[in-house]
């Protein structure tokens, strides 16, 4: 079976600076999805970014982007200039190729500080 | 378009009882995920339908259900509810591969 670990509970940034949020992940798969996905205080999952396995360039989606490693099966997000309104938890999830079922890791939960 | 939408958002039921869950995807989805959140167990899936169909189920007993219309509207229902069952539901929808939550539903069992 899948997991997907976050090893990180909590974490605090400035404003304006660079975090990273780590995620490991353990499957047998080749093919597979993997996700970043924000719930800020207000409940509403967002996506925020997606990284297909069989693509060796790192995703990236204005001030984030992903330091995607196959072999050691790590994803990591770094949020750039981060912003008051980032704060909120981040959640890691793997999906494999053949279904839609999507699995979570606990969660980091962020606090941008002013 | 219009998001997904989920009703109602809140809700409080007791023991023994049952509840249904409403889930409407975004305009063009065919697919709708459920997951229920709970502090202690986090994000965990429950079922998947596409086109009035079951595709994958999660590690759930079956007093959890659900089922999909033909405008891919989807229901969720717990029968018999337990305690254990007062969790945030959170269904999703999709088109491909990335999927769109909704609100979800607070449940709450005394």
């Known amino acids: 079976a899948q997991t997907v670990t976050q090893s990180q509970p909590e974490m605090s940034v400035q404003e304006a600076e660079t975090v990273t949020l780590s995620c490991t992940y353990d499957?047998?798969?080749?093919?597979?999805?993997l996700f970043w996905y924000k719930q800020p205080p207000s409940r509403q999952m967002i996506l925020v970014i997606r990284?297909?396995?069989?693509?060796?360039q790192n995703a990236t989606e204005n001030r984030f982007s992903v330091n995607f490693q196959k072999a050691a099966k790590s994803f990591s997000l770094k949020i750039s200039d981060s912003q008051l309104g980032d704060t909120a938890m981040y959640f890691c999830a793997f999906m494999n190729s053949f279904n839609n079922d999507m699995r979570f890791g606990a969660g980091t939960r962020l606090t941008v500080k002013p | 378009k219009a998001g997904v939408t989920q009703t109602p958002r809140y809700l409080i039921k007791t023991r023994g009882q049952q509840v249904t869950l409403s889930c409407s995807p975004i305009?063009?989805?065919?697919?709708v995920s459920w997951y229920q959140q709970t502090p202690g167990q986090g994000l965990q899936f429950l079922f998947e339908y596409f086109s009035e169909t079951q595709r994958n189920k999660g590690n759930f007993p079956g007093r959890f259900s659900g089922r999909q219309f033909s405008n891919s509207r989807s229901e969720m229902n717990v029968s018999t509810l337990e305690l254990g069952d007062s969790a945030l539901y959170l269904c999703?929808?999709?088109?491909?591969?990335?999927?769109?939550f909704g609100p979800g539903t607070r449940l709450l069992v005394l």
């Open positions: 499957t047998s798969e080749s093919n597979y999805y």
């Open positions: 990284q297909e396995a069989y693509k060796q």
């Open positions: 999703a929808s999709s088109l491909g591969r990335d999927q769109y």
């Open positions: 305009s063009g989805h065919r697919s």
